[in-house]
């Protein structure tokens, strides 16, 4: 509402703020102190109800001159895509999030069922709908990640958030990330994230650590 909420909360509480958001937090966390550990650069990746990034570069959270960077989650796959609340369609978040891929479904087999049970139902082979579902998010975390990847070129990518429980994209996934990154060998490793849901609130109390 364009009002300065650091310096408002800093007044009001008498001591140092520093704000952050949920991916920067949880990248910071796991670079630091989980599954990219160690590592020299850290590409967070939320994927849940929305899709969030986060950069960390040697254990510093990377936020960039307009405090944007690793919002790979509004970059546009497909122009002709589902609409985005941003304003643009087909960005990666319409198309990897949670709900977006549960809503794929639906358009697929006419029911509505939780990302968990169409996982589920993709491993039988039984359930058409549900494959398409899986194979369709695995080609466009390939197509997404790669982009990260020619960019940014990060030792790690960390995924976190519900739609990361899901095994596919630690194996198809990075295949088909493989495929598009501008390399003949990629070495980019693709973790699961390590601290679980804590990660956000541990990467926030480092932002003044």
Not at 80 to 93: I, L, N, Q, S, T
Not at 165 to 173: C, M
Not at 199 to 208: D, E, F, I, Q
């Amino acid at each position: 509402i364009g009002q300065p909420l650091r310096t408002d909360l800093a007044s009001d509480l008498d001591c140092r703020v520093e704000l952050s958001n949920d991916a920067n937090c949880f990248a910071l966390a796991e670079a630091r102190l989980g599954a990219g550990r160690g590592a020299p650069t850290v590409f967070g990746v939320i994927l849940g109800t929305g899709v969030g990034g986060g950069i960390v570069v040697d254990g510093h959270a990377l936020h960039g001159c307009q405090g944007i960077a690793g919002e790979w989650g509004h970059n546009v796959l497909d122009p002709d895509g589902p609409a985005c609340y941003c304003g643009r369609r087909g960005c990666v978040e319409t198309l990897l999030a949670g709900p977006h891929l549960e809503a794929f479904y639906e358009e697929q087999a006419g029911e509505r069922r939780s990302l968990p049970d169409i996982v589920e139902r993709a491993g039988t082979g039984e359930d058409g709908g549900a494959k398409s579902t899986v194979d369709r998010l695995v080609h466009l975390f390939g197509r997404a990640a790669a982009g990260v990847v020619n960019i940014l070129d990060p030792h790690v990518i960390v995924l976190g958030g519900g739609v990361s429980n899901i095994e596919a994209l630690y194996t198809r996934g990075v295949d088909e990330m493989s495929r598009w990154v501008f390399n003949d060998r990629v070495h980019t490793r693709v973790l699961r994230n390590e601290l679980g849901d804590s990660a956000g609130v541990y990467g926030a109390a480092m932002l003044v650590a």
